[in-house]
């Protein structure tokens, strides 16, 4: 499976932007899909996932929860966030990923595919 991560760019604090991820799995529906994020110096962390089960069951981290929003279209192979009331700290390069079977979609470590990341950066 190769994912295709685009859509970052520079914004301002309060802005919103949306990343996109693109799938080349045609059993894009069978994975349970996320982001991660990666800041300069810093460990790659949970954004938010979903799961492929037919209700879409979506966790967040609590950094980001009430303000990014995930979602799949498994008809396009295509996975996305959007980000509202961007804050300096969401600054970071953007992974998508997708795991074949997860016990915990929060944990890195479950997913075997990643995308290149996109870089977004939010300016105080």
């Known amino acids: 499976v190769q994912l295709q991560a685009s859509g970052g760019g520079l914004v301002q604090a309060g802005d919103s932007l949306s990343v996109s991820c693109a799938a080349s799995a045609r059993t894009f529906s069978g994975f349970d899909v996320g982001w991660f994020r990666q800041a300069p110096g810093k460990e790659r962390t949970f954004v938010a996932a979903?799961?492929?089960?037919?209700?879409?069951?979506?966790v967040y981290a609590d950094s980001v929860k009430g303000r990014f929003t995930i979602s799949r279209d498994n008809a396009k192979n295509a996975l996305s966030l959007q980000m509202n009331r961007l804050k300096p700290e969401d600054t970071a390069v953007y992974y998508c990923?997708?795991?074949?079977?997860?016990?915990?979609?929060?944990?890195?470590?479950?997913?075997?595919?990643w995308g290149q990341g996109t870089q977004v950066t939010v300016s105080s």
């Open positions: 979903i799961d492929l089960s037919s209700t879409g069951n979506k």
């Open positions: 990923a997708a795991a074949r079977f997860s016990r915990d979609v929060t944990g890195s470590y479950e997913y075997d595919y």
